[in-house]
C-alpha cells in the first residue's frame, strides 16, 4: 500500500468519516447512519463459492480499503448492511469491474458462512433436496453490500461509472440482458457549494481544498469562508499534503492546524521568493552589461544585508 493509499485509508477508517460520506451520498446530508453503529470488518476478500476452501486451489483474494457493518432501523425493523469505501488519489478506468468483483465475493462469504452454519448446526432435516444441495436455505437472507468511491483528486472524474459504458456493443435489446454494476462516486470537482453544506465533518474541508486546489483565489476564498478551516487535525493536512502537495505544515505538538494563516504563510513565501529571484534576475542582467562584479552590482543597487545573504550563494 503506497503512502497516498495508507493516509486516506487511515482517514477514511474514522467512524464519523465514514459514515459522513455515506449520509451525503445516500441521504443528502441527513444523520441516518449513525457513526457509533459501525463495526470494523476483515478487509480481505476471499471468494469461494460454490465450494469449500479445500476445494479451491487459488480462492479469489482482493483487499478492500475500509469495510464496515452497520445496524440501522427501517420501519422498526432492524437491518443489518455492508458498507464499503474505496479510496482513490487517481482516475481508476476499470472501478465499475473492480468494486464488482469486491461485491461479489463479499456475497459470496456470506453465502459460504450460511452454508458453513447450516453444517455445522446439521439443520437440513425436514428442507428439500434443492435446499439441501444449494446449501443456502430458502428462509436464508444476505445483507445488502454498497461500496462509495471517495476520490482525492482535483481533476474530473472521466473514467466509466457504470459496466455499460466499458462496452463497445450497442445491442439495445442483448444489453437489456447483461446486467449492469453502476459506481457510487464522491469527486470534488462535482460537487457544488451546496453539496459542500451538506457534510458534518471535516470531509468537507478536505473535499472542499482538494476542488480549489488548482485555483489560488477560490481556495483563498472557500478557506477564509469556512470556520473549519481553522482546525484542521493533523490526519486531515497529510490527506491534502500527499494527494495535492498542499505544502501545509504542523510542529510536532500541535493537533490542530489554521489553514487560513498557514495559506497567508505560504503566499508570502511565494511572494518573498519571486521577488528574490527577480533581484538576482537584475543583478545578472547589469552584471553582464556593466561589466560590474556581484559586489558592486549589490552596492550600487543598495541590496540590504539580509538579502545579500540570502543570495550569497548564488553568484
Not at 474514522?14 to 441527513?30: K, L, T, W
Not at 457493518?69 to 469491474?97: G, I, P, R
Not at 446449501?135 to 472521466?158: E, S
Not at 478551516?229 to 497529510?238: A, K, P, Q, S, Y
Request: aromatic share 8%.
Amino acid at each position: 500500500m503506497g503512502v497516498k493509499d495508507t493516509i486516506t485509508v487511515k482517514y477514511m477508517q474514522r467512524n464519523e468519516i465514514f459514515a459522513d460520506a455515506f449520509n451525503f451520498y445516500v441521504y443528502g446530508g441527513r444523520q441516518v447512519i449513525d457513526p457509533d453503529s459501525l463495526e470494523e470488518l476483515d478487509t480481505r476478500e476471499v471468494g469461494v463459492p460454490y465450494g469449500s476452501p479445500e476445494d479451491v486451489e487459488q480462492p479469489v483474494q482482493r483487499i478492500r480499503d475500509v469495510i464496515k457493518s452497520v445496524t440501522a432501523m427501517t420501519d422498526k425493523k432492524t437491518a443489518f448492511l455492508v458498507l464499503a469505501a474505496e479510496n482513490q488519489s487517481y482516475v481508476h478506468y476499470a472501478m465499475a469491474v473492480r468494486n464488482m468483483v469486491y461485491d461479489a465475493l463479499q456475497y459470496a462469504k456470506q453465502v459460504e458462512k450460511a452454508v458453513a452454519s447450516h453444517k455445522k448446526a446439521g439443520d437440513y432435516k425436514g428442507s428439500d433436496s434443492d435446499e439441501y444441495l444449494s446449501g443456502f436455505m430458502r428462509d436464508d437472507r444476505l445483507m445488502p453490500v454498497a461500496t462509495l468511491v471517495i476520490y482525492f483528486g482535483p481533476k474530473a472524474w472521466d473514467g466509466p461509472k457504470s459496466i455499460h459504458e466499458m462496452f463497445e456493443y450497442d445491442d439495445e435489446e442483448m444489453l437489456a440482458v447483461v446486467p449492469d454494476y453502476k459506481i457510487n462516486l464522491i469527486a470534488p470537482e462535482a460537487l457544488s457549494d451546496d453539496d459542500f453544506d451538506k457534510f458534518n465533518t471535516s470531509l468537507k474541508e478536505v473535499l472542499t481544498f482538494i476542488k480549489y486546489s488548482g485555483d489560488a483565489d477560490k481556495l483563498e476564498d472557500a478557506v477564509n469562508s469556512d470556520e473549519g478551516f481553522r482546525h484542521l487535525g493533523r490526519t486531515e493536512v497529510d490527506v491534502l499534503n500527499v494527494c495535492v502537495n498542499a505544502s501545509l505544515t504542523m510542529g510536532e505538538s500541535e493537533v490542530e492546524l489554521n489553514v487560513c494563516q498557514a495559506i497567508q504563510t505560504l503566499n508570502q513565501r511565494a511572494e518573498e521568493k519571486g521577488r528574490i529571484e527577480n533581484l538576482i534576475q537584475n543583478i545578472r542582467n547589469l552584471m553582464e552589461s556593466m561589466g560590474w562584479t556581484a559586489e558592486e552590482t549589490m552596492n550600487n543597487l543598495k541590496v540590504s544585508e539580509s538579502d545579500r545573504k540570502t543570495i550569497a550563494l548564488r553568484f
